[in-house]
């Protein structure tokens, strides 16, 4: 597979911008600002969530769709946005969806209702999709050795710290209630970062595209997108409307949609083309048993940011601004332990990720022991320490996992690989809040510390389940891991 383009008119080809020098190191840090604002805006709406709910009069499911309606748009685009980046050129589907997430996120912010806020949500992550692919393709086909190697280790960091850093700027903006506004800064702040970014962006980015551009999978993207609604829904809203047969028909027919995608899939493979996908690539041992075991962790996560936000404000009544500064000490070890998993996983293999799940396991179960013989004393400082663990073993199960799906995918399916990898976590984070989430707010008028060690016994579950998978998944080689480019 070749990592150069053809020149076309507008377009510089990726071998041409290497003898120039390849893309500018600013760049580079304005392409992570274009990524950071996307994946930090998963997240920063849960400290924001009780000022949404006292401003717009929200419904609990209504708060859940205003995280997993973003998760679920952008989880079932993201491949086709890689494919159009490489069909159209990168820097205009770039730019264009930058367009698209800046007015978004201007509708977020002047939201009048509940609906109207999930509706622009929803086309916001959209556009985020359609935006995050189009910065790792152009750093794989525009930077070479040493500089790419840097780029793509800096996006990694970009996506941990800005999935935790949105936590603390949503606080920072929700406490500050900028002229009684609330909640709305942190939609709003994207339009003036988004502009600065726009602009230049468009004319020092440069433009590439592939030169066999992989087909736009269009059945295959509306079959996945529709199943992940059909799923989500009921399991947002059942629970609240006492669970009316409609929620039980759209549960069943999300089955059938799915089984209906699996078919259709498997069909176009056989037919010569590249689907949203690939069944047989799904079939190899490291996809099948990593994206799994993907799944449900991403479900954990995207769960416990949710609860624990909610619980620190409304349980303990903290407002935004230390609700976002509790999670710090998880985000720190996190961090910190991102940058020794690599060489925890090269020396003691499919065990780190085994270590690393006991060490997350013992920090949740000593904060549910806070949390529930504490309460309602409990405070901010005693949930540093089991917050800092489980961060810290969350980091090396985040590294071993993402490197142990990738084991065994061919490197001409890398960008295939990496982007259905990034599809299921995208999807989990979105069922974890739909799922977990909701059991969380219907036991949470029965008690706070009730509802938090529900939910994080069930986390609790599914981290023995990736402490013992983990022996099932391939051995690490020393070989190179493929980069996560989100293209063909």
Not at 10 to 24: D, I, K, Y
Not at 211 to 225: N, Q, S, Y
Not at 450 to 474: C, D, N, R, W
Request: include cysteine; hydrophobic fraction near 55%; proline fraction near 6%.
């Amino acid at each position: 597979m070749t990592t150069t383009t053809h020149a076309v008119p507008g377009q510089t080809s990726a071998r041409a911008a290497a003898q120039a020098g390849g893309l500018h190191p600013f760049g580079v840090f304005l392409l992570l600002a274009g990524a950071f604002m996307p994946i930090m805006d998963f997240f920063i709406t849960n400290v924001a969530l009780p000022s949404i709910d006292a401003t717009l009069h929200a419904s609990a499911p209504q708060l859940e769709l205003v995280i997993a309606g973003y998760g679920v748009a952008y989880a079932a685009l993201l491949v086709l946005g890689g494919r159009l980046g490489d069909r159209y050129g990168r820097r205009g589907v770039f730019l264009t969806a930058l367009v698209g997430f800046v007015l978004a996120s201007l509708a977020c912010g002047l939201a009048p209702t509940a609906g109207f806020l999930i509706g622009a949500r929803i086309v916001q992550g959209a556009t985020a999709a359609l935006l995050i692919p189009q910065v790792l393709a152009t750093f794989h086909h525009t930077l070479e050795g040493e500089r790419k190697a840097r780029a793509l280790a800096l996006y990694g960091a970009t996506s941990g710290i800005a999935a935790v850093v949105g936590q603390i700027i949503g606080g920072l903006l929700v406490s500050a209630d900028i002229a009684g506004s609330a909640w709305r800064p942190i939609f709003l702040v994207n339009v003036p970062v988004g502009v600065v970014v726009l602009l230049v962006a468009a004319r020092i980015v440069p433009a590439t595209r592939s030169p066999h551009p992989v087909g736009v999978d269009v059945p295959g993207t509306i079959l996945f997108a529709a199943t992940l609604t059909a799923l989500l829904v009921p399991l947002t809203e059942g629970h609240s409307l006492g669970w009316p047969a409609w929620t039980w028909a759209l549960i069943a027919l999300a089955v059938v949609l799915g089984c209906i995608t699996f078919l259709v899939e498997k069909r176009a493979e056989a037919r010569g083309e590249v689907p949203l996908l690939p069944p047989s690539l799904l079939r190899l041992p490291s996809m099948s048993r990593g994206l799994a075991m993907v799944l449900i962790f991403s479900m954990g996560f995207g769960a416990f940011m949710f609860v624990f936000a909610l619980t620190v404000q409304d349980g303990l009544h903290n407002d935004a601004l230390h609700g976002g500064l509790a999670i710090v000490p998880m985000a720190l070890l996190f961090l910190a332990g991102s940058l020794f998993a690599p060489k925890l996983i090269g020396r003691f293999g499919r065990a780190a990720l085994s270590g690393g799940a006991i060490v997350q396991l013992v920090g949740l179960a000593w904060l549910v022991a806070i949390i529930v013989s504490d309460w309602p004393s409990v405070s901010l400082l005693s949930m540093a320490g089991p917050l800092a663990l489980v961060g810290a073993g969350q980091s090396v199960l985040f590294a071993g996992l993402f490197r142990s799906v990738m084991a065994d995918v061919p490197m001409h399916l890398g960008g295939i690989g990496s982007g259905a990898l990034i599809t299921l976590q995208q999807s989990g984070l979105a069922l974890g809040v739909a799922t977990l989430g909701t059991l969380y707010l219907s036991l949470a008028p029965h008690g706070y510390p009730h509802a938090f060690s529900t939910v994080e016994y069930i986390q609790m579950g599914i981290v023995v389940l990736l402490a013992v998978g983990a022996a099932a998944l391939p051995k690490f080689t020393k070989a190179a891991v493929q980069t996560p480019v989100i293209d063909a």
